[in-house]
């Protein structure tokens, strides 16, 4: 990779203030996802380095806590320009590593830099709160204080948003944090940290601890089980977020979860077509349709549904797929083996059941981990895709005759991240934004992230939410304070 700033390219993970190698010296492979070629080496961690990290964290913790907030803003916010300015680079590494399109990983930059400019405000308004007291001589009053250790797993499909979420949020509590990112996508997770370095993080505050596949099991178990990390937030699959959650009650830490979704996206006769199969792309081809919002079930009411499906095929086939980093391509390559037999499976399933495939429906010519973008027409409840996330680049279709019937399909899942509509009618609005049983609701809109808003799902979802004015609240206990006066 030949980067404007060559120094962002770590090797070493970051422990303490320190680049260290693992205590092993054992290193794991980091590959291009399109071309699959090596891109670099990283140290393979086991549990004594994460144990170091927690250490270093723990040793940090203190000093971080006392310094005022003010100065805590200042850094972060230096740490946000300072991602701004080596965006290009940033977005290089996010392609390299994760497959998306150039344009996608500039715009997950400013994603993440967005939350540390909002955590680095959002730090000076950490306030409490003074409560009219019960008796005439008390007084009341509820401060915020930042929980301790925090450690966060992160997934490789926005490798730089969603670590500048949790740690912008926990930093900006007075947390001191560890992160373990994915395997496929350490380099990204290494530059943040080099260039919160570089902004004047002191030394412990922020550590990254990279491993592969193999060992995240026996750190994940190791970070949940110390006694010495008191928040963990994990971003990922539902499987693995039951088990942390588990695996951290034993300590009974604070543990927020964003976990998988199956999101709906419902076409309302009276939607204007045009526009919903424009959000329709936004919200599923995304990342090569690998994001925890991506729409997975698109409800069309009756008679619009056959229309809807062959204006999206048709409009899904000008998506050009190739190598992220290559001009003009809005689709690159899915993350791995597993993820390409996944989709695989739900095509296979949707065709047995009756479904149409419409488009694509096969593994794409270009090779490697490259699916076609496909859609599919007449999908069913029975189908595979109705109740797993595809987590690839699959649109089925399912028609729907009224409101009362789609909502029930909608919320008939264990899942309930983000959910998607089109309407013009205005009382109709209401009406589904109180009935869908999600965290979140897009009306009219594809796209609803933002740092300013509280991020996150109910149900087998997660727990907790990220961004907005909620999301430093992860990181901070609430202590209520009673005094007693001479009156
Ligand atoms: P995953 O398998 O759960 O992995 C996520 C992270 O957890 C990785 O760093 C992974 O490392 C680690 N991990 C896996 N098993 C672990 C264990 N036993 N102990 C500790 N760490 C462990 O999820 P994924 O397939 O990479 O990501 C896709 C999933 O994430 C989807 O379900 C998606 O919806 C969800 N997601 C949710 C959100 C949200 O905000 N709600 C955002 C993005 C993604 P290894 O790979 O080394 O195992």
């Not at 399109?34 to 250490?55: Q, T």
């Not at 930059?109 to 005439?136: C, M, S, T």
């Not at 373990?180 to 004047?200: I, V």
């Not at 006769?269 to 329709?280: K, P, W």
Request: hydrophobic share 45%.
């Amino acid at each position: 990779m030949q980067l404007a700033d060559q120094t962002l390219l770590r090797t070493e993970a970051f422990i303490g203030g320190r680049w260290c190698p693992a205590a092993d010296n054992g290193e794991t492979e980091v590959v291009n996802a399109a071309s699959r070629d090596p891109i670099g080496r990283v140290p393979n961690m086991g549990p004594a380095d994460a144990e170091r990290a927690i250490n270093a964290a723990a040793t940090a913790f203190p000093q971080w806590k006392r310094i005022v907030a003010y100065e805590r803003s200042v850094i972060l916010r230096r740490w946000c320009d300072l991602v701004r300015e080596s965006a290009d680079d940033l977005a290089q590494m996010i392609t390299a590593e994760g497959g998306k399109p150039l344009p996608e990983s500039r715009a997950e930059v400013a994603y993440a830099a967005g939350f540390l400019e909002w955590f680095a405000e959002e730090a000076r308004r950490a306030y409490g709160d003074v409560i009219p007291p019960h008796q005439a001589d008390k007084r009341l009053l509820v401060v915020r204080q930042p929980i301790g250790v925090a450690a966060a797993i992160t997934p490789w499909n926005f490798p730089a948003a969603m670590i500048a979420r949790k740690a912008a949020a926990a930093l900006a509590a007075g947390c001191t944090m560890l992160v373990k990112p994915a395997p496929q996508t350490p380099l990204t997770a290494l530059a943040l940290a080099a260039l919160a370095e570089r902004a004047g993080l002191p030394a412990g505050v922020l550590n990254v601890v990279t491993t592969d596949a193999s060992t995240s099991p026996e750190i994940g178990k190791l970070i949940c089980e110390s006694s010495l990390v008191r928040a963990l937030s994990f971003t990922g699959s539902t499987t693995v977020g039951k088990l942390l959650a588990a695996q951290a009650a034993a300590t009974v830490k604070k543990v927020s979860l964003e976990l998988g979704g199956n999101a709906p996206f419902i076409v309302f006769a009276d939607a204007d077509l045009e526009a919903a199969v424009e959000g329709a792309i936004a919200a599923k081809f995304r990342n090569a349709g690998q994001t925890c919002i991506c729409a997975n079930r698109f409800y069309v009411q009756q008679p619009l549904a056959d229309a809807f499906a062959r204006l999206l095929a048709e409009r899904v086939s000008g998506l050009k797929v190739g190598a992220g980093d290559t001009d003009g391509v809005a689709i690159g390559p899915l993350i791995d083996e597993r993820g390409l037999a996944k989709v695989e499976r739900h095509v296979a399933d949707a065709q047995a059941c009756g479904g149409t495939i419409l488009l694509g429906g096969h593994r794409h010519a270009l090779g490697g981990t490259f699916f076609e973008p496909t859609v599919i027409a007449g999908a069913t409840s029975g189908m595979q895709i109705a109740h797993e996330e595809t987590f690839g680049p699959l649109a089925a279709v399912f028609p729907f005759t009224d409101e009362p019937e789609v909502i029930a399909l909608a919320n008939a899942t264990e899942y309930g991240l983000a959910s998607y509509f089109y309407s013009r009618d205005l009382s109709r609005a209401f009406r589904m934004a109180e009935a869908l049983d999600y965290g979140m609701v897009g009306i009219n809109t594809g796209m609803l992230s933002t740092p300013t808003a509280p991020f996150g799902g109910v149900k087998a979802s997660g727990i907790g939410r990220e961004g907005g004015r909620e999301g430093m609240s992860e990181y901070q206990e609430l202590k209520y304070i009673c005094l007693g006066i001479d009156e």
